[in-house]
Each structure stands twice: as C-alpha cells, then as structure tokens.
C-alpha cells in the first residue's frame, strides 16, 4: 500500500490468516501453561480466547481466506505452465532449453535471499530459498497432476496455503 500498490488481497489474506491463527495457538498455550486456572475469570485468559475466536471468522474465513491464497498462487503458476507449453510446442528452442536447465538446477530461475540479507542470515536465508525451490516444484507438480481439477483438490490446497503462508511469515522476518 505504502509503495502505491493496487492489489494487496493476498498479502492481506495471508496477514490475517497467519496473525489470527497464532494469537489463537499463544492463547491456549497460555492456557495450557496455567493449567486448570487457565480458564478462570480472575486469570483473564478465557476472555482474551472468546475474543480471538472470532478473529479466524471475521473478514473472511481463515478456511475460505486459505483456499483463495491456494488458487490465487494456482492460477498465477498456470499461466506461467501454459505459457512454457506454448512455446516448447512451436519449437522455441531457448525455452526448452531454459526448462531442461531449470530441471537440472534443483528448479529454480529466481535471485536467491541469501545474496541479499544481513550476513548473520545467511543460513536461515539459504533455508528459505530451498523452501521456496520445493515450493515452486510441489505447486507445478500438483498442476501437471490435477490440471484445471485442481480447484476440487481442497486438501492439498489447503496445504499449499499453509506452505505459502509460512513462507511468506519466513519471508518477513528476515527481510
């Protein structure tokens, strides 16, 4: 938003998902750390978890919020496959050469983080870029597998958003 961006949708699904279902988890691990107290009214905590409750329903179900992030990044990754498709079959030679490279270098054809945080981060960094790598190779799988069936795959949509939403959580802590 600061930088003039138009479309944050993603950011913003990702954010609430990510902020509301670990203020819920600190919750009940507070909870769980008082034990039987935990949920009595002097301790304070058994209203601080009805009011978090709602947060995973308000604007937007965390559930409904998961699956558009899935599809969002789905559909995103189609277009790219579709369009390598194209061009491998009218025969662009730079492409299927590009794909062959691709495949042979773990996956990836993106900067890597580590070249570009702190020094103390670099480990942490060179974690997230092999995230990222399997990342992108699990979600185009899942799209040669399932194809456009993709959308009644929910489960493993489910577990590409999670997968997203980490890293983009990893992602914002080390920037």
Not at 60 to 88: C, I, S, W, Y
Request: glycine share 10%.
């Amino acid at each position: 938003m600061d930088r003039g961006i138009q479309e944050y949708q993603l950011e913003a699904a990702i954010g609430k998902v990510a902020a509301s279902e670990n203020a819920w988890w600190v919750c009940d691990e507070a909870i769980q750390l008082h034990g039987g107290m935990g949920f009595m009214k002097d301790c304070g905590l058994e209203r601080v978890m009805r009011d978090l409750r709602i947060f995973r329903i308000f604007e937007g179900a965390n559930d409904v919020l998961r699956l558009f992030v899935a599809l969002t990044g789905a559909q995103h990754a189609g277009r790219h496959l579709q369009q390598v498709a194209k061009e491998m079959k009218s025969g662009s030679i730079g492409t299927i050469f590009g794909q062959v490279v691709k495949r042979a270098t773990g996956g990836s054809t993106g900067a890597e983080f580590s070249s570009v945080v702190e020094p103390a981060l670099t480990e942490s960094s060179l974690k997230l870029d092999d995230c990222i790598k399997e990342f992108g190779k699990t979600v185009e799988n899942l799209l040669i597998k399932y194809k456009k069936d993709i959308v009644n795959r929910q489960y493993e949509l489910v577990r590409v958003a999670d997968a997203a939403i980490d890293i983009y959580c990893m992602i914002a802590t080390i920037s």
